[in-house]
């Protein structure tokens, strides 16, 4: 019972599960037309070819793969139109064109060198058509050379015994010149078939380097041994213990009851079954299993419409070496899926890590100290005085701010890390905003001095306001916490080229060269030598992610005047705005 291929979808890696009374759906289409030229293109390009349904329509393509298949002993178009009595009509007329030239020579050369003419196409029958018709050349030529050429002339009679010496000589020149020219022509073949198999497996080795998917590699390994060996190619992956159909050459090929058996045995016991295997004789494909160190990681099943044996020794050979650098390319793919998978897994524990840390210490820090704060207000409000009391609501107030900051900050994260941030842009006065974050950041600058320079000239900027304020926040309470108490932070604007830049410029300790890469990772601090500071890690990834989310970028630096850092925040002008200027 044949079962009908399910209906070809677009190559987006679906698969479809063997299943013995279903359709086979999922499968992606086979050779779709195109040449072999434009699948080698797209090997080098690291792309695809674009083909075509039903086949391959480029006559050249077929015609470029002829030499190939004969080489390894398929069935050809051009074997068929050349049949072997074709070799020995066309030695024959090499023989009567020596005949031709022997006779013109006649006059001026010695009847036993004429020999030689007919040693010409002796050898030259068995350069072109091999050890047979070069025998046939040389019985040809001993006929001709007695009956034109030695007394009596024409007649099979050799009247004097010195030409009955000249004529075994050349009898036995002749077999041997035809021995040897055609062990030639058969070395300079086999040479000929090792060169297209290597530059056909290079080939091959090069598309499968230039797929990136497991998907891409599947179609490339059926696309191109469907097209070396003139076969109908399936391919079936293993998958939570089934095999799943992930590629057929043609499209419109179906599996039988008795292949998908076959499939399954071969799986299981890694051996070759179905046609000319070793069990499921009844079956009509030849089913391989492609083998690595982890074990069978696919099964490739073939068939062709012809008599006797599926593929010859040299194609059996051919094979197995696709095969195995399909097998290869495949546990590739394996591989580098497990090495994302580790680095995710290790990310995400670094990660954890990190947050579980900033927690126990920046969450649990501020509760302490509102908590005893809050507890001796309660305990001993008569042993407090005025002062004492309000050094103590105040160190409520600014811890809870602190542990305020830090909750934003993970929420801000979160947006980020899900996709949820959407600024919502409109036209604002950059000074307006810069105005907004110092006065927010007050108690936190307070031990410091604060310089502002923006030229009154600065245009319109199109910015997510609530945003960009917490942008500029967050780099206001990093420049205060990294840098000692009375000294300078300075913001600078200006505009030039269509771009806004702002810079937060402090004098604290800079940047290490070490941490200038890291430095907007999530959950990254820099770590004195002598003393720890307060924060998450996450104020300038969140920087980071805000301002690129407004189409803006932000960078770090020293300053190159002395000690201190540099966080510049670059903005394009609006196309609204830059456009009356340019005019």
């Given at each position: 019972?044949?079962?009908?291929?399910?209906?070809?979808?677009?190559?987006?890696?679906?698969?479809?599960?063997?299943?013995?009374a279903?359709?086979?759906?999922?499968?992606?289409?086979?050779?779709?037309?195109?040449s072999?030229?434009?699948?080698i293109?797209a090997?080098?390009?690291?792309?695809?070819?674009?083909?075509?349904?039903?086949?391959?329509?480029?006559?050249?393509?077929?015609?470029r793969?002829?030499?190939?298949?004969?080489?390894?002993g398929?069935?050809?178009?051009?074997?068929?139109?050349?049949?072997?009595?074709?070799?020995?009509a066309?030695?024959?007329?090499?023989?009567?064109?020596a005949?031709?030239?022997?006779l013109?020579?006649?006059?001026?050369?010695?009847?036993?060198?004429?020999?030689?003419?007919?040693l010409t196409?002796?050898l030259g029958s068995a350069?072109?058509?091999g050890?047979?018709?070069?025998?046939?050349?040389?019985?040809?030529?001993?006929?001709?050379?007695?009956?034109?050429?030695?007394?009596?002339?024409?007649t099979t009679?050799?009247?004097?015994?010195e030409?009955?010496?000249a004529?075994?000589?050349?009898?036995?020149?002749?077999v041997?010149?035809?021995n040897?020219a055609?062990?030639?022509?058969?070395?300079?073949?086999?040479?000929?078939?090792?060169?297209?198999?290597t530059?056909?497996?290079?080939?091959?080795?090069?598309?499968l380097?230039?797929a990136?998917?497991?998907?891409?590699l599947?179609?490339?390994?059926g696309?191109h041994?469907?097209?070396?060996?003139d076969v109908?190619?399936v391919?079936l992956?293993?998958?939570?213990?089934?095999?799943?159909?992930?590629?057929?050459h043609?499209?419109?090929?179906?599996?039988?009851?008795?292949?998908l058996?076959?499939?399954?045995?071969?799986?299981a016991?890694?051996?070759?079954?179905g046609?000319?295997?070793?069990?499921h004789?009844?079956a009509?494909?030849?089913?391989?299993?492609?083998r690595?160190?982890?074990?069978v990681?696919?099964v490739?099943?073939?068939?062709?419409e012809?008599?006797?044996?599926?593929?010859?020794t040299?194609?059996?050979?051919?094979l197995?070496?696709?095969?195995?650098?399909?097998?290869?390319?495949?546990?590739?793919?394996?591989?580098?899926?497990?090495?994302?998978?580790?680095?995710?897994?290790a990310?995400?524990d670094?990660?954890r890590?990190?947050?579980l840390?900033?927690?126990?210490?920046?969450?649990?820090?501020?509760?302490?100290?509102?908590?005893?704060?809050?507890?001796?207000?309660?305990?001993?409000?008569?042993?407090?005085?005025?002062s004492?009391?309000?050094?103590?609501i105040?160190t409520?107030?600014?811890?809870?701010?602190?542990?305020n900051?830090?909750?934003?900050?993970?929420l801000?994260?979160?947006?980020?890390?899900?996709?949820a941030v959407?600024?919502?842009?409109?036209?604002a006065?950059?000074s307006?905003?810069?105005?907004?974050?110092?006065e927010?950041?007050?108690?936190i600058?307070?031990?410091?001095?604060?310089?502002?320079?923006?030229?009154?000239?600065?245009?319109?900027?199109?910015?997510?306001?609530?945003?960009f304020?917490q942008?500029?926040?967050n780099?206001?309470?990093?420049?205060?916490?990294?840098?000692?108490?009375?000294?300078?932070?300075?913001?600078?604007?200006r505009?030039?080229?269509?771009?806004?830049?702002?810079?937060?410029?402090?004098?604290?300790?800079g940047?290490?060269?070490a941490?200038?890469?890291?430095?907007?990772?999530?959950?990254y601090?820099?770590?004195?030598?002598?003393?720890?500071r307060?924060g998450?890690?996450l104020?300038?990834?969140?920087?980071?992610?805000?301002?690129?989310?407004?189409?803006?970028a932000?960078?770090?630096?020293?300053?190159?005047?002395?000690p201190?850092?540099?966080?510049t925040?670059?903005?394009?002008?609006?196309?609204?705005?830059?456009?009356?200027?340019?005019?």
């Amino acid at each position: 019972m044949e079962l009908p291929a399910g209906p070809s979808v677009p190559f987006a890696g679906r698969q479809a599960k063997i299943k013995p009374a279903g359709a086979l759906e999922g499968a992606r289409d086979g050779p779709r037309g195109g040449s072999l030229d434009e699948a080698i293109d797209a090997a080098m390009e690291g792309r695809r070819p674009a083909l075509k349904a039903g086949g391959i329509t480029d006559k050249g393509a077929s015609a470029r793969r002829l030499p190939l298949m004969a080489a390894l002993g398929a069935p050809t178009l051009w074997q068929a139109e050349a049949p072997a009595w074709r070799a020995y009509a066309n030695t024959a007329g090499m023989v009567l064109l020596a005949l031709a030239l022997a006779l013109a020579l006649q006059q001026v050369m010695a009847s036993l060198n004429i020999a030689l003419v007919f040693l010409t196409a002796v050898l030259g029958s068995a350069v072109a058509y091999g050890l047979w018709p070069s025998l046939f050349a040389s019985l040809l030529s001993v006929i001709a050379y007695n009956y034109f050429f030695l007394p009596p002339v024409y007649t099979t009679t050799i009247g004097d015994p010195e030409n009955v010496i000249a004529m075994v000589s050349f009898v036995i020149v002749a077999v041997i010149v035809s021995n040897l020219a055609s062990r030639v022509r058969s070395q300079a073949i086999a040479a000929r078939q090792r060169a297209q198999t290597t530059e056909q497996l290079y080939l091959f080795s090069r598309k499968l380097s230039a797929a990136v998917t497991l998907e891409d590699l599947i179609w490339a390994s059926g696309d191109h041994i469907a097209l070396m060996l003139d076969v109908r190619v399936v391919l079936l992956l293993p998958r939570d213990g089934e095999l799943f159909l992930s590629e057929v050459h043609p499209a419109t090929d179906s599996l039988s009851e008795a292949d998908l058996a076959a499939a399954r045995w071969c799986w299981a016991n890694s051996r070759a079954a179905g046609r000319d295997g070793e069990a499921h004789g009844g079956a009509g494909r030849l089913f391989l299993p492609l083998r690595t160190g982890r074990g069978v990681v696919a099964v490739i099943g073939l068939k062709a419409e012809r008599p006797g044996a599926l593929l010859s020794t040299d194609q059996r050979r051919l094979l197995e070496a696709l095969c195995d650098q399909a097998a290869l390319a495949i546990e590739r793919t394996h591989l580098a899926r497990d090495v994302d998978r580790a680095r995710l897994a290790a990310e995400t524990d670094r990660l954890r890590s990190a947050l579980l840390t900033s927690i126990s210490h920046d969450l649990r820090t501020p509760l302490a100290s509102i908590l005893g704060s809050a507890t001796s207000l309660k305990t001993q409000p008569d042993a407090l005085d005025e002062s004492a009391k309000r050094e103590m609501i105040g160190t409520i107030q600014e811890e809870a701010e602190r542990l305020n900051r830090f909750i934003g900050n993970l929420l801000d994260m979160t947006r980020l890390e899900s996709g949820a941030v959407v600024p919502r842009s409109s036209m604002a006065d950059l000074s307006e905003i810069v105005g907004s974050a110092l006065e927010r950041a007050n108690r936190i600058l307070e031990p410091h001095d604060v310089q502002v320079r923006l030229p009154p000239d600065l245009p319109m900027l199109n910015l997510d306001v609530v945003l960009f304020e917490q942008v500029l926040f967050n780099l206001l309470d990093n420049a205060g916490k990294y840098t000692p108490a009375g000294s300078l932070i300075r913001l600078e604007a200006r505009h030039e080229n269509e771009i806004v830049s702002l810079q937060i410029i402090d004098q604290g300790d800079g940047i290490p060269a070490a941490d200038r890469e890291r430095i907007f990772d999530k959950f990254y601090r820099i770590h004195a030598a002598d003393r720890r500071r307060a924060g998450t890690g996450l104020g300038l990834a969140i920087c980071r992610g805000f301002v690129e989310a407004m189409g803006g970028a932000i960078t770090a630096g020293n300053r190159p005047d002395g000690p201190g850092a540099v966080f510049t925040l670059t903005l394009p002008v609006p196309r609204q705005l830059s456009a009356p200027e340019a005019k």
